[in-house]
């Protein structure tokens, strides 16, 4: 009786340990992974030593040691907090907040982002988490206001909330369709800034 019940809790634990694996091997690569903010790029949305969890199949999750992707649920909006690939070291992933498309004319002047000529007024783009004002700095390409930049063919224009501390678009230019890896969802460690991203 003892051997059998012995029997019965190992092959419970294999079972249980195996579905773990299983799971975690799905899981990871197709559907929520966890990232560590590791600079101020983001401040204050994001803070060096968050750690958030990244929506991957929302964008549609890459298939590992291919250059498939499944489906999508939908496309990157303006405003979504994205991670990617680094264009200039496939090594390192970066995020930063979507901008713009492809097609779009880029010009920061004054501190705002305009699109096509159009400021972006939306809360989200000229109001930080604090509600202090978020101004854009010219840097790199857009060293001098009145410089415009087109966004090419399945690009995406990014750019860091604390723009002037941020390795971006500005810097090294487009963040290329195939890089994406997914949507930002939400700050979950340290437990008193654990909340939902805009």
């Known amino acids: 009786m003892k051997k059998e019940s012995k029997s019965q809790l190992r092959e419970w634990t294999e079972a249980l340990v195996f579905a773990a694996i299983i799971a975690f091997a799905l899981i990871r690569p197709f559907i ?27 964008y549609g999750a890459k298939v590992p040691f291919t250059k498939l992707n499944l489906p999508k649920l939908t496309d990157p909006k303006r405003g979504d907090i994205i991670v990617f690939i680094y264009p200039e070291n496939p090594k390192k992933d970066f995020i930063k907040r979507l901008i713009a498309f492809e097609g ?17 007024l939306d809360k989200l ?51 290329p369709r195939s890089n994406l890896l997914g949507k930002a969802m939400l700050i979950y460690w340290p437990f008193n800034r654990t909340r939902m991203l805009k």
Do not use: C, H
Request: charged share 25%.
């Open 125 to 175: 783009f000229t109001r930080n988490i604090d509600g202090t004002i978020r101004y854009y700095y010219n840097r790199g390409d857009f060293e001098e206001d009145g410089f415009k930049i087109i966004v090419p063919k399945g690009s995406y224009f990014v750019l860091g909330d604390n723009s002037a501390a941020s390795l971006d678009s500005r810097f090294w230019g487009f963040v």
């Open 104 to 120: 779009e004319t880029v010009e920061i002047k004054d501190g705002t982002i305009y699109i096509d000529g159009k400021p972006l």
């Open 32 to 58: 929520i992974q966890a990232f560590k903010i590791p600079t101020g790029s983001m401040r204050p949305t994001l803070v060096e030593g968050d750690i958030i969890l990244v929506n991957k199949f929302i």
